[in-house]
DNA sequence: GCGGGTCCTGCAAACGTTGGTCAGAAGTTA
DNA sequence: TAACTTCTGACCAACGTTTGCAGGACCCGC
C-alpha cells in the first residue's frame, strides 16, 4: 500500500506516487528516504489500481489452436520473451476444438482480462475463425503460416509458399520427374506450402499428382506413406510438415523402399530432431521463433504509437540434408 | 461501463451489478432487461476494477525454464487447460538463464499482476531458485520432475526415479550384464531417473558404469554415442530423455553398431517422434500434459478453500517397442 | 530586503466496480 | 383493512493508485 510507504517516509502518498513514476521530479532527499521505505517494506504497486486509475495496459494475450506443436510452442516462445523485454505480461488461451463453445469459452476468457492487445496463432482455418470474433476496438496482430493478402487486422507471416516453391523446384532440379505432396490442412485455397508446391509444377510444366491429405501427425503421414510406396512411379515427395516426412518415411522403408536411393523426402519447419533423423532430413526450416517476435513487436508498436502497423513477411530457407537425393538412373 | 447499461435497461448502476454477478436476487423483469442491454452494448466488466473492490484474483502465473522442450510445453498444456476450465487465465514467464538478473525480471514481471498464484516448473535447478524468490504469502505449486520429500512448498511430481529403476531392470532382465546412463543435468543429487537407474544396478548387484553427463539436446546425446560407441562391453545404454536417445542412436548407427541387435536402447519421456523412431523407441512414457493438470488442481483448491495441498504423484510407464533387445550371445 | 519566478509538495478528485445499509413496495395474515 | 413480513432497488463508501491544481519554500536579481 501506497499509504504505508508515505508514512514510513514521512511524505504524502503522491511523493511516493511521484518517486516511483517517475514522471515527475522530486527532490532527491525525499527521493531517498521514499526508495528505503519501498524496499523496507518490499512494497509492490497493486496492478489493478494502477490500470484502473491510469488505463495503462500491460498484458497481452495469445489466442492459439495448441500450444504443444512445435510451430506454435516456438511461436509462443518469440513472443514471450519480445514481450518480457518490454515488460509486457503475456498470458495465453487455447482455442481447444471447432465447436463455437470452445471459441467463445477462449474468446470469454481473454476479454475478461485489461488487454493491451492480443496475438492469434493463424496457423490453421480455427486461427482465422479466432481472429474474427475479437472485437474491432482491441489491437490484434496475427502470426501467420501463410502470406496473405493485406486484410483487416495485421499480419505477421512466414511465406511458406516460396518456402514450398523452392523445396519442389529443388527437387525437380535433382532430376525427379514430378514430386508427390502430403499436405497438412490448410488456412485457405489458394495459399501455403500447398500452393506454392502447385505452382513449382505448373511453372515447370510437369506433370501435377493428386494431393494426399493428411492432418498434422505422423501417424498420419504414415498412412499416406502406404499409399505412395504401393505405387512405384512415386521418386519425390514433400511434406507438409517434419512429422508428416518421418511418418511418409517409415512407412515407405517398411515397405522396402529406401530414402533416398529410391524415394526422396523432404519435410517442412526444421523441428529440432529433424537433422537427427536417419536419414537427416532435408527440409525447410521456418523460423517460428522469430516470427513470435516480429508478431510482439508490430502489436507492441501500435499499442504505444497507435499507428496500426504494416505486414511483415519472412522467407523460409530450404536447409539441404541427405533425404532427398537424385532419382536412380 | 456499468452506468451505461444502467441507463439503456433503465435501472440502477447496482442493480445491474447484482444482475451480473448473481448474488443477490433480482425480479426476473429486471433482469431480462438487463441482460438485453448488456447484450445489446456488448458489455465487459472492467477487470481491474473487479479485483480492485472485490479482491478476487483469477490469473495465475507460470514460472519456467523453457516453453519449447517437450516436457514444459506439455506441462503447460496440462495447466492451461485445467486453468481454462475453471475460469482462470494463465500468464507466463520463461526464466531465460541462470543470470539472476533474468532471475529477478521474470519474478517482477510476474508479482506485477495481481495473482491468485503461480506454478512454477521445477524441471531443472534453475526452477528450484525459482521457487525460492517468490514471496512466502503467495500460493505457489511446484510442477517437480522428481519425487522429492515434503518440503515448504507443495510439489506435484513425476516419480521418474521409479521410471529410471523399471527401465534399467527391465534392460537388466532382458540379460545385459550391466546397463551404461546417459544423464540429464539433475535438480538434486540423490533423486531422479539416475538415481533410480543406480539403486536398479545396486539391488542387482551389478557393476556400475561412469555417468555420461549430457545436456538435452541431441547433440550432447551424439557426443555420449561416440564414446559408448567406441567401447565394446557397452550392450545397453538408458537415456536421460528421448533427444539423448535418438543423439545416441545416431551415434551408434554411424560408427556401425547396430540398434538393437548390438546395443540396446531405452528413451525417457515419450515424446510423439519416439514411436516413429527406426527402431521405434523403447522409453518410458510420462504423462507432462497430467502432471499441469494435478498441477493446477491443487494450487486453484488451495487458492479458494485456503488449505494448502498435499504433495502428489504419479508414476512413469516403461513403454516396450523396439530399440531394446537381449544381447547377442 | 523584497518582488518575481522556479521547483517541489500535498490535497483531492477521479478510475469502474462491489456490497452494506436503508427505504419503500408488495404480499400475507389476522 | 391494518399490521407485519419479505423482497427489491437506490444510495454511497471503499478498493489503491495517478494526476491536475494550487499553494509553499527557496533562490535570484535589483
Redesign the pocket.
Known amino acids: ?6 508514512q514510513l517516509a ?12 517517475g ?9 531517498d528516504k521514499v526508495q528505503a521505505a519501498v524496499s523496507e517494506l518490499g ?4 496492478a ?3 490500470t ?5 495496459r500491460s498484458t497481452v494475450a495469445v489466442l492459439a489452436r495448441n500450444t504443444l506443436r512445435y510451430g506454435y510452442a516456438a511461436t509462443l516462445q518469440g513472443i514471450e520473451e519480445a514481450a518480457r523485454a518490454a515488460g509486457y505480461v503475456v498470458s495465453i488461451a487455447v482455442v481447444e476444438s471447432e465447436a463455437p463453445r470452445d471459441l467463445d469459452r477462449a474468446v470469454d476468457l481473454v476479454l475478461s482480462q485489461s488487454l493491451a492487445g492480443a496475438i492469434v496463432v493463424e496457423f490453421d482455418s480455427l486461427g482465422v475463425r479466432t481472429l474474427e470474433s475479437l472485437p474491432d476496438a482491441l489491437p490484434v496482430v496475427a502470426a501467420a503460416g501463410a502470406r496473405r493478402r493485406p486484410g483487416p487486422r495485421p499480419h505477421a507471416f512466414l511465406d511458406d509458399q516460396a518456402g514450398g516453391e523452392e523445396a519442389t523446384r529443388y527437387l525437380l532440379g535433382l532430376g525427379h520427374r514430378t514430386v508427390h505432396h502430403v499436405a497438412i490442412p490448410s488456412t485457405r485455397p489458394r495459399s501455403g506450402r500447398t500452393w506454392g508446391w502447385r505452382r513449382a509444377l505448373e511453372s515447370a510444366g510437369v506433370e501435377r499428382p493428386d494431393v494426399i491429405q493428411a492432418s498434422y501427425d505422423p501417424d498420419s503421414g504414415y498412412e499416406a506413406g502406404l499409399v505412395l510406396a504401393a505405387d512405384p512411379a512415386v521418386t519425390a515427395v514433400l511434406c507438409g510438415n517434419d512429422e508428416l516426412a518421418i511418418g511418409v518415411m517409415r512407412a515407405l522403408t517398411e515397405q522396402g523402399r529406401r530414402v533416398p536411393e529410391e524415394v526422396s523426402v523432404v519435410g517442412f519447419d526444421d523441428q529440432p530432431f529433424a537433422r537427427m533423423w536417419s536419414p537427416p532430413l532435408t527440409t525447410v526450416a521456418q523460423d517460428f521463433v522469430d516470427l513470435g517476435r516480429r508478431t510482439f513487436g508490430m502489436l507492441a508498436r501500435w499499442v504505444e504509437t497507435g499507428e496500426r502497423p504494416e505486414d511483415s513477411a519472412a522467407k523460409p530457407e530450404l536447409v539441404v540434408r541427405e533425404s532427398a537425393a537424385p532419382p536412380r538412373v
Open positions: 500500500m501506497l499509504s504505508d510507504v508515505a514521512g511524505v504524502s502518498i503522491s511523493t511516493v506516487s511521484r518517486v516511483l513514476t514522471r515527475t521530479p522530486v527532490s532527491p532527499r525525499l527521493r512494497y509492490r504497486p497493486n489493478a489500481a494502477q484502473l486509475v491510469s488505463g495503462r
